[in-house]
Structures are given as C-alpha cells and as structure tokens.
C-alpha cells in the first residue's frame, strides 16, 4: 500500500440552500450544514483509503456568518494527517450570494475518521504525501491537533 | 425577565433510523446525529429565551458507538449557563436496540446558541436557576467550558 | 414472557415544523402529523413487544388547532392495553409556541399494532401491567374501544 | 355559487415505495400511507371548492395487506358530501406488485376538510352533484358516518 | 408473451408543489419536475413489460410555463413504442392553479427504457397494440423519434 | 455590464448515492442524476448572469452506465455559451466507485436558462468570454444546437 498525495482526497461539494434547510430567519441551520461537512470529508476519507468509513470525531466548530435561502455553499475538503487506522479530514465551508457573488467565509471543520474492512473492523490505511507548503503545515498542525484531541480525551475519562 | 429553572428548556427527541439516515454499513451518518443534536438543543434554547436562537458553534464531538438502521435514538437537551445574550445547550445522545431494549451511550455534546431580536440582532436572555446537584455540577463545568472555548478562539485568531 | 408496566413503553417525541412539513397557510399537513403520530406509537409497541410492529389501525383522529411553521410538536405515546397479539398505543399530541411558551392540543391518536416475528408472522406480546389510577383509566377505556372498533368491522364487512 | 358533479373533485396519485418509506420487514409504514391519504384528499376538496382547506379530521383506518418496497400505490380520491363549510373525501388505497401486476385494496379512508378564506375563517363551500348510483349511495353513506362523528364527538367531550 | 394494449400501461400522478421543490421565485425546480417525469415514466414502464427497468434516455425537454408553490402537477405517462428489449414513455405534464382551476399545459417529454431480468441483463419486452387513433398517430411518431435518436447517438460518437 | 469568462462560471457539485436515490437494483433513478443536473446548472447560470434563473430547457440525454448505491457523483458544470437572455450550461456527470477509486462517464447534458429581474421577467446577461480553446470549441458547438433547438421547437409547434 504505497502513500497517497494530499491532491487525491479533495472533495469540491456545492449545495444550494433550500426552503426545507432553513429556520425562521431563512438562515440555514447548524445542523444542516454539519450534516454537509460530514458527506464530504466521508468522500474524502473513502478516496484515500480505498474503504468504506465512520465518523469518529468533529472538532469544536463555530459558526462565523449566517447563511441564507437561496444562497449556494461551497465545501472543500482533504485528508490532512494519517495516523495507524485513522485520517483527520479538513472542510472549509463557504458561503456565496449568488446574486452580488459574495462570498464569506462560514466554517473551518476537522474531523476523524475510521476505515474499516467489510466486516467492520478497523483497517490501515495508506499513508499521506503532503506536497505543497500549505498541505505540508496543515499536516503538522493536525499532528499537534491530534495531541490535543487524545489528552482532553483522558482528561474527560477521568472526570467520567 | 426572571430567572428560569433548567427544568423548564429540558427536550426528550426521539427519531427511528430509517433507510435514507445510513452508510454502505446500515449505521448512521455522523452528520445525521449532529443534525438531530442541533434541532434539540435549538428547542431547548427558544424555550428558555423565549425567542428565536441561530447556533454560534458546538464543541467537539465523538462518536462512541456505531447505530443502526432500525434502532431509536434518543436525545435529551437541557440548557446548562447563560452568559449575556448566549446559551451552553448540552446534549445526551442514546441509542436503543428496539428488539433487545439494550441502550448505548453514543455521544454528548456541547453547543452555544444567540437569542435574537425579530431584526435578526443579539439579545439578552433570562437568567438560569440551577436548582438540582447535577443542574449545580454542569452549571460550573459550562462556565469553564466557556472558558477554554475563549482561550481557543483568541489562539485560533493569532494563526489565522 | 414476564407482564411489563406501561411506564416501560412511553416514548416522547419532539419535532420543528420546517417549512417543507407545511400547506399554504404555513399551517402543518394533517398528514404529517399523522406520520409523526404513527412513528411515535411504532416506537412504544416495540419496546413493549420487544418485536418489530406493523400498524393495523388508528381511530378516527380530530385536528382540533392548527400548527404553525416554526412551532414544535410534542407527542407522548404509550401502551393503553394489549390482547393476545396486538397492542393499543395513545398518542396525544400538543403544540408549542416556541417564543410565547403556550401549548395547544393538537390531537389525541388510539393506534392498534401487531408484534411479528422475523418471519412476519404475529406473535404473542407480554401482558401488560397499569400500575397507576390514569393507566388502569385507559386500560379499561381501550378494552371499550377495542369492542367498538369489532363491532364496527362487522358492520363494515356486511355491508361491502 | 353553483353545485358541482362528484367528478370534477376525482383525483388519481400514484406513488412508488421507496427505500425512505419502509419499516425493517421493507413494507411501508402507516404514517407514509397516511401522508399520502391527506394530500391526495386536500387536492380534492381544494378542487371542489376552490379554496385552500385544512384537515379537520380522519374517521378510523384498517391497514387490510402490506405493501413492499418497490411496489406502487395507487390512491383514487374524490368528495362524498358536503355540508356548509365542511368536504368528506373519500380516498382509496390500492398497491401494485409491479411485477406480477396484482393488485391489493389496501386502505379505504374518509376525511373531512374545511374550506378557508385568505384570512383562515371557514367559508361556505358549493354544493354536490351527486350523478351515478355509486356517487349516490356514497353519498348517502356520507351522511351517515356525519352523523355518527358527531355522535361519538358528544360522547367523547362528556367524558374529558 | 402476447402483445398488451396501451390501455394498460397508462399512469396518472399527481403532485402537489411543496416549499422543498422551489426556488427564490417561488416557482418549482426543473429538475424536481425531471424527477417525478422519470418516476411516472418508469410505472409505465414496469406495467407493460411486468419487469423491472432502467431510464437509458429522455428527449429534449421544454419547460413552457412556471408552476408556482401549492399548484398542483398532474403527469399522464403511457408507452407509445416497444423495440425489442426497449420502450418510448411518453409523459404529458400540465400544473393546476388550485384555487383558480385553470390548467396549463407545462411540459411533454419522452422517454426510453430498458427492461432488465433479475441479474440485471436486457430482457425481451411484449408486443404493443396500439388501439385507438391517438395511440396509433403516437406509435408511429414514436418509430420516427428512435430513428432520429439513432441518427443523432451516432453523430455524436462521431464527434467523442 | 462587461464579458465574463467562462472560468468564472464552474461548478463543481459531489453526491453520495443514499438508498433513498435507488431504484430496486440499488442503482440511482435517472429523474435524480437529472435533478442534480438541474441544480449545478443553475448555480452556474447565476453566477454568470448575477441573477435569478429558470430552467428553459434540457437536451436529450442519455445515461451510459448505470451508477449504484454508495457510489460518489461528480458534476461539473460550466456556461458555454450566451444569447441575449439565455445561457446554454453543459453539465459532465461522472461516478466514482469509492472503493475502487474507478471513474465512469455517466451522462452529458445541455441546458438553457433565462436570467430574470426581481419582477421574473427575462433580463439581459452579461456576454460570455471563452478563453482556453476548450471553451472556444465549445461555445462554436453551442452555437450550433441552439440553431437546431430553434429548428426543431419549429417544427414541432407545427405539428401541435
């Protein structure tokens, strides 16, 4: 299984926001958008390891500007970081007026996945290339990301 | 605007795992659950602000265990602190087998959400009343929370 | 196959009226209630049963309040009485104004189910057991019920 | 305002079961059969009275056969009777193996509508033709079962 | 397999325009009226050739007028032409103003399918009889659409 | 209002095929590959024209290969040519087998749409700039099927 570039798990998704997405200002709600940011950093993960995956985790994710009916929201996103079985997915959701072109940055999202075999277990997965020095900086910073992740994770066992 | 007890922003959801909620694996999509999160704690946010609430941001979020199609998913929302014009909604996820009755932790998770005025501009909410031991516990353990989130962004904002 | 208290099987649902859920007076589709309405009760027979359900029947249902956009739907099922195979579960169903906090009821629902194997055949359900004075109420009331609804068929199959 | 034949409210709909619709055995769930009863008997009554109606109520439901993923559903709906401000519909529920082209009677449903002005008040609808002998001992039958909703909503409120 | 009337594999459908199929004018998605052609279409499909089938093609397509939000759409499909192991649906799409009654004729499209056995391998389609003059003019405009059809795959293969 | 190239028109939209997409075979419905098209098309007829748009039409299409459940579709979509109120939009539809990484041309297709004002009546949209020779090639071939476009609606209103 030989390592794969960054370049291959990119994932461009474009959503339109429709009636049913949407909360009584006419902005969309949160959950629809983590609902789009999931498929696609899912697809992303999928090209990279060749397998099938589940979500594991989600970063904290703040909301920077409401986004309204009618208005289209690109979703980028890669694979930044491997480790034995699992890969941080990176998502920039933005959000464009299609009428003045408009766009605004909406959210930054990271979130882990799991490959697994078709019996469901966990599986190794390829290891990554970053090549630019952008994928090459996203790659330490989620190294230190996963740092973080695993002591709040046993810092919130212990208070369990 | 007197203060409100928690009891009365508490939420009891419960959804049926259809066909259209799953993965290739028959277990639901991640995105799925956080959209059931969101919808939750929004309720629970207007019931205690007694206005319509947009989310800010969520923390982050792990999956514990795999659920099915099939299966019931419940989730319970309260409001934990206030501070000015926001909300710390948390959320208890549980997954049931319906044939064994079995019940799963699957995920907890913390959101913020801003009540605002008709004009779509923040307002101030009414004061919370922690008035059981574990209403007292989640109440300090929100304000820290809201803490760490703070000390998060300012980080975030010196990288970007 | 040990009698099981009726506290065992309530379930509460919670739903967002969105805008796809509504007709032209931004006012919920019956229809859609009654979907809600069936899951929720769906829900209750299995984990009475233990058993995947198929609902029978629902009594004649009277929406007595309009419901509109952006309200919530609070709807509290449970199982009334079971004969040998089937059960009887309630519904009642209660909007909510989201910002004034006033709740309306919306309509009550007696839902019959048959608890089947994984064959699809109907198989026996455990007793059930009120315990408290409102569920031996109902208990009794369904047993009533259950004689109109026999007595109804009968006229109904004599006369197509 | 003049009166209308029976055949100007007729509307056919038909629906294919779609892996959404289905319970865990891949037969359609109650609520998506109900669903589609109240659409296909608002756009009657909508045509009968060329207004916009809400559903008022829905007399009791006998679920006769499963009916599969797959399969189509044909319903045929039109308007029984009418009194001042109020439609009976009558709907009936046919299912289609698609393959073996059998046909099942699924489901025979009554609803009563109201009829809407643009503020929401009731208001007066034209009257029936009633032509064929079916159409007129549908109608016939209509006023019966008026009679007994009405007889049965006396009773009921008696006992609230 | 003896050949099988027109009469047979006529469909009528009936939708009715909610909030989720339209866009910032109010007026419903071509691709949603795309959508509901193909389902109409592939009923009709299915009756004649009591088998299972896949879309291979759909004709140019004109939207005449706009529908708007709580119209009506009514689609009338029947098989104009059968090939060997292929079918021409024809589809007539008109909208409905459901207050007003007025009917605008919306859409005509035409499409070919392909029926499949059970592994999903092209199978051989019965005869069709066309009965009435209509059904007789459509079956041999039909034949001269496939010869079209053919004329243009085979430029286009020209030009790949 | 200046020339715009095509560059700035580029959509690109990702699917994942959910079992509420699929037909019997567990293959996608042709109506939902073209609802897809629909909605690509439109986010790049607006971000050319800077307005709302309709769908006018939709060349014949054919789909070449059958696309399953699980599987990824990738749309890209771009303006290729302009008259004075309308835009013809190309769409490429391939699918992606997630797990093998393989890549299927599923269908091409051609639509028009008109640019509206606020008020929905036709507006004049900016001229389109075709850059790379791809474009140029293109914006000659759209040239010539709208002619055949006008020669065929020709024809067929005198047939109607």
New interface residues.
Partial sequence: MSARPVSNSI????E?V???H????G?V????V???????A??SA??HS???V??????????IQ?VY??W?VNLKACVNYVSKTSMEVGVRVDAEN????EKFHTASAY?TFVA?TKD?KPKSVPELLPESEDEKRRYKEAEQRRAW?LH??KLFSEHA
Wanted: net charge positive; glycine share 10%.
């Fill in positions: 994932v461009n998704m474009t339109m429709l009636p049913s949407t909360n009584s200002f902005s709600f949160g959950g629809t983590m609902s789009w940011i999931d498929i696609a899912a697809i999928q090209r060749s397998s099938p589940v979500t594991a985790s989600i970063d904290d994710l703040h909301f409401p009916q009618g289209v299609p009428i003045s072109g979130l697994l469901g992740r709040r994770r």
